[in-house]
């Protein structure tokens, strides 16, 4: 007997990571991405969202929210292959938006750091976000560091800065909250702020692992993204949380299959997937979905991505 499962959610890929991650490593910490971006042509960061795509598509992923440096590129480029979901844009670009960006709600804005801005910034974000009715991604707790920093800075907890700024009374979504205390994970639930995770990136960059059980405790939405992982496998990302949980808690089987799946698959996405009840109850986490159907416009892509490569190494 087989079971049906709808493709999966990815609420944050970042595009130059996961399309150049296979060949420079950007976990670095002499990565610089506007260096490399001033070396590359708006043809070339096309195909390197393309080529971010593709890979998700091939993964089982009907909704993606994609982080990319232009956001005409990135739209015309979800369009293109009729994947679902939104482009990711830093608040700092906010400015060179257009009219055309407005179209079709495809646009996210993302605030990188708290603390690359100045107080009457982040007014202005949130005032332009109220205006255009955008949604708003926010990395926070990602480094004890930096909560030291917020809380020295506001008097108040990361979450109470958020609440200040009026950023939890719209669509909100945190990413990161490695080292976000009980607390402020209340307040984040009182207001139905999203959540997302990335096990996976988070492990790559040597971030603190996230205690799952936590937050399903606390009742706070969830779900998960490939980050800056280059292989992209949502399957995985939710096997990991469940293991880093485990061994936060000393414990295991305090996260159910069904949770995870929960916030791994879309309502909206067009792919179903025929898993037989074996593998759904005992090793489903332990697969990897691939839809064949994209695999030669993903050979084609990655020659591109090798060209692309070679130019900048030169």
């Known amino acids: 007997m087989q079971t049906k499962i709808k493709s999966f959610k990815n609420y944050f890929c970042d595009a130059i990571s996961c399309s150049l991650g296979e060949f420079i490593d950007v976990y670095d910490s002499q990565f610089d991405e506007d260096e490399l971006l001033s070396k590359l042509s708006k043809e070339e960061i096309n195909i390197i969202c393309q080529y ?9 992923v009907g909704e993606l929210y994609l982080k990319v440096p232009i956001a005409s590129i990135g739209r015309e480029a979800l369009e293109m292959f009729k994947m679902g979901g939104k482009v990711i844009i830093s608040a700092k670009q906010k400015e060179d938006l257009t009219t ?15 603390l690359d801005y100045k107080e009457g910034a982040l007014s202005d ?7 255009t009715d955008m949604p708003v991604i926010i990395n926070l707790g990602r480094t004890l560091e930096e909560i030291g920093k917020l809380v020295n800075r506001y008097g108040k907890s990361p979450v109470e800065v958020l609440e200040d700024f009026g950023y939890l009374d719209r669509e909100c979504y945190v990413y990161g909250l490695n080292f976000i205390d009980k607390d402020d994970q209340k307040l984040l639930a009182s207001y139905n702020a999203n959540i997302i995770f990335s096990p996976r990136s988070d492990g790559e960059e040597g971030r ?11 009742r706070l939405k969830f779900v998960f993204s490939s980050g800056k992982c280059y292989n992209i496998d949502m399957l995985a990302e939710g096997k990991l949380a469940r293991i880093n949980t485990n061994n936060l808690m000393y414990e295991k089987g305090l996260i159910k299959d069904e949770e995870l799946l929960e916030a791994l698959v879309t309502q909206n996405g067009e ?9 759904l109850k005992n090793c489903l986490f332990d697969k990897k979905i691939e839809i064949s159907q994209f695999n030669e416009k993903y050979l084609m892509l990655r020659e591109r991505i090798k060209e692309i490569i070679n130019k900048i190494k030169e």
Do not use: M, P, Q, S
């Open 52 to 60: 971010a795509i593709v890979k998700n598509k091939i993964a089982g």
């Open 125 to 131: 974000i949130a005032d332009f976000l109220g205006r």
């Open 100 to 114: 055309n960006d407005f179209v079709g709600d495809r646009v996210i804005l993302y605030i990188e750091d708290l």
């Open 271 to 279: 792919n179903n997937f025929e898993i037989d009840n074996f593998a």
């Open 208 to 218: 603190g692992a996230i205690n799952l059980y936590n937050f399903i405790y606390n």
